[in-house]
């Protein structure tokens, strides 16, 4: 829900006469449709930018994979969160395409918000895309929970990927995973006539917090809390009441750390079985929360682990807004509610010590044999395939009809062209000749295999269609 990412508007600005599409399309006009997991889609040719390349990884499904990374730290996650008193209902199976309403409408992302853009999603047409969070599935999991007993599960947990068109290197990829909790509390009734008896619903959440601190009391490895309850610039909403919203933020907080402790402990337990230095080994965690903002959580936070020497970001939460209860069919007033998401890719990528997020994806055994269900095992490189550089540059037209490309979009392009044999593109160039007033912009690929040697001959046929591409979809001129 709650995984939020600033991917800056970095646009290339060029003129491009008789162009005025000149997105990319990367389903040609021919094709009238096109299948996901076994669905069919109309095509709309000025929405439509999915690419053949993602389309054959909305099946990979790794965080359903027990042995596999990912997987791996789901598992444990989800096991975590149930050992109290299994009040989590567990959902991995929803599709990756989604409605631009469950997406973005449902959950008050403004119409002019980046992540609606073309640049930004990956859109199968006007009204379906694959979703860029788990959070497009929250609104059903609430409701679901509204049919369910309180007795028998009060929250969820969602784990699913997510698309994003993003930079290409070690740490991005176009698809990662995320993982969605929430708890709620439906409102009690109080005793009028003795106001020393509490409302049913915060009795109740006194007893499942002392339940967290009870557990969080039997781990391993003990963690030094930096806590900020403060509401100073992170106010909470008018309907709670102080008393809830402490008790909330005090339940979603244990329940955080709770995570944390797992996972962290699992990797410490795993250091301790290594050769390395006992004495670099942690004999304690320190967490902090610091003060954060979400469109849809208010009081909202994040937290950090202090890791390696640095302060890392683990998860973003807070307290549900009201909104979102009330679109999932809850009365004005009634509940009240936390919600947490985190990336499962960037937590597993330092688990497991894994250097490139492409691993995650190779179908090598090498890799995969070397993680089993329930344990945090460093990755042991197999081989160091040397990688190979190409640069290409490009004059941006000047002509009398002005297009906006992102960066985005090249990356696209090398992207669906080569694949995973991809490590890092970045702009290294840019200048404005004053002569002509034409503007140039270089790109440095770095091509580099996980699994076998490259040639030189596949390489040069590579960047070649890279070129051409380039010509083709913006009609750059390729220096």
């Not at 930079?167 to 909790?181: A, C, L, N």
């Not at 849809?296 to 937290?303: K, L, M, N, R, Y």
Request: charged share 30%; hydrophobic share 35%; aromatic share 10%.
């Amino acid at each position: 829900m709650l995984q939020t990412k600033a991917i800056s508007s970095k646009l290339l600005r060029w003129n491009i006469k008789g162009f005025a599409t000149a997105r990319v399309t990367y389903i040609e006009s021919a094709c009238d449709s096109l299948f996901v997991n076994k669905k069919e889609y109309k095509v709309n040719q000025e929405w439509t930018n999915v690419t053949p390349t993602i389309l054959n990884l909305t099946a990979r499904a790794l965080f359903l994979k027990n042995n596999h990374p990912i997987g791996i730290l789901r598992n444990m996650i989800e096991n975590k969160m149930n050992i109290i008193d299994n009040s989590y209902s567990i959902h991995n199976n929803f599709k990756p395409v989604v409605s631009t309403f469950e997406n973005f409408d449902s959950l008050g992302f403004p119409m002019d918000h980046p992540g609606r853009s073309k640049s930004d999603t990956y859109y199968i047409n006007k009204d379906f895309l694959l979703r860029t969070h788990t959070s497009a599935h929250e609104i059903a999991c609430f409701k679901q929970l509204k049919g369910t007993p309180s007795d028998v599960k009060s929250g969820f947990l969602i784990s699913a990927d997510v698309y994003r068109r993003d930079e290409i290197d070690r740490t991005h990829y176009p698809v990662f995973h995320q993982m969605e909790g929430a708890r709620i509390w439906e409102r009690g009734t109080e005793d009028k006539e003795n106001d020393s008896i509490e409302p049913t619903h915060i009795t109740q959440m006194r007893k499942d917090i002392d339940k967290l601190h009870k557990q969080l009391e039997k781990e391993e490895t003990k963690i030094i809390v930096q806590d900020n309850a403060s509401l100073d610039d992170n106010p909470k909403q008018d309907y709670m009441t102080d008393l809830e919203v402490d008790l909330c933020q005090q339940h979603l907080k244990r329940s955080v750390e709770l995570v944390v402790a797992e996972v962290f402990n699992k990797k410490i337990q795993s250091m301790k079985q290594s050769k390395m230095n006992q004495d670099e080994i942690p004999k304690e965690l320190k967490v902090r929360w610091i003060k954060a903002y979400f469109p849809w959580t208010a009081p909202s936070w994040e937290i950090e682990v202090w890791w390696q020497g640095e302060w890392l970001e683990i998860c973003g939460c807070g307290l549900v807004r009201q909104d979102v209860l009330i679109k999932s069919g809850y009365a004005k007033d009634s509940t009240i509610g936390w919600a947490f998401g985190l990336g499962l890719d960037r937590i597993a990528m330092l688990l497991f010590e894994v250097p490139d997020i492409r691993l995650f994806w190779s179908l090598d055994s090498r890799f995969h044999d070397q993680f089993q269900k329930n344990e945090i095992t460093p990755f042991v490189p197999y081989s160091k395939y040397p990688g190979t550089t190409r640069d290409v540059a490009f004059w941006l037209p000047d002509d009398n009809l002005e297009v906006e490309v992102h960066e985005n979009d090249i990356m696209e392009i090398v992207r669906n062209v080569a694949g995973d044999l991809v490590e890092y593109v970045k702009l290294i160039d840019e200048f404005k000749n004053p002569k002509t007033g034409k503007t140039s912009q270089c790109y440095r690929i770095n091509y580099q295999s996980m699994d076998r040697n490259i040639t030189n001959e596949e390489i040069n046929k590579l960047q070649e269609t890279v070129r051409k591409e380039l010509t083709r979809k913006y009609n750059l001129e390729v220096r």
